[in-house]
């Protein structure tokens, strides 16, 4: 799926693995509210359970504004891929900076057990080695130039070398990584710069920004 290249201001808010319903509702709309993203892009696993009925009633009351939204494995696993009009992927230009957005799983050794198993590993030697790991997998299975956005990993990080970002989560089960926050991309008025930012939202954490 593909959006237009706009050349005024733009603002993606990038919500990961939500996981509603095991989630905390009110949060999830204070941050639609808050934020007032002209596009927000929900990248996978925002279902685990239930109808989408729910989801949607609250996320059009929070205001959300052109909802895109990425097919995750647990949205598959669980039969819920009617729920919503979901896509593989979305390829989208902002300002001169070309993004690829996935949820992730596509890039999975074996299962999802397996390649927890292996993370579990990699992460007693060194907290950020399963992050580069899966972000070097993803790069060179993506087949795209542009900057990278992955979920599933529920963890929130960039590693900008390689030009790839994972979009943490607002989910609040426990995982491998549990980096409550979220991701947002934004045009300057004068398209000089795109930045991108980590939010987190442990007030105890500080978000960080990067021009890209």
Not at 42 to 61: H, P, R, T
Not at 156 to 176: E, N, Q
């Amino acid at each position: 799926m593909n959006l237009p290249c706009y050349s005024a201001i733009l603002k993606i808010l990038v919500l990961s693995d939500v996981h509603y319903p095991v989630t905390k509702p009110s949060e999830l709309g204070e941050v639609i509210k808050g934020e007032r993203a002209d596009t927000t892009i929900f990248l996978g696993d925002s279902l685990v359970e239930g109808d989408a009925s729910g989801f949607k009633e609250l996320i059009e009351n929070a205001g959300v504004q052109n909802p895109v939204f990425l097919i995750g494995d647990n949205e598959i696993e669980e039969g819920l891929t009617s729920a919503l009009p979901f896509v593989e992927s979305l390829n989208l230009t902002v300002g001169k900076v070309k993004f690829m957005f996935i949820h992730g799983h596509q890039f999975n050794i074996r299962s999802d057990g397996v390649t927890g198993r292996i993370a579990q590993i990699l992460k007693a030697i060194d907290k950020q080695l399963p992050l580069l790991a899966y972000s070097l997998r993803a790069r060179m299975r993506s087949h795209t130039d542009g900057y990278l956005i992955l979920g599933h990993c529920h963890a929130l990080a960039f590693f900008p070398r390689i030009k790839v970002a994972t979009a943490g989560c607002l989910a609040t089960s426990p995982k491998i990584y549990r980096d409550r926050g979220y991701i947002v991309i934004q045009d300057s008025p004068e398209g000089a710069k795109v930045t991108l930012t980590l939010k987190k939202l442990d007030e105890k954490i500080e978000s960080r920004t990067f021009e890209i």
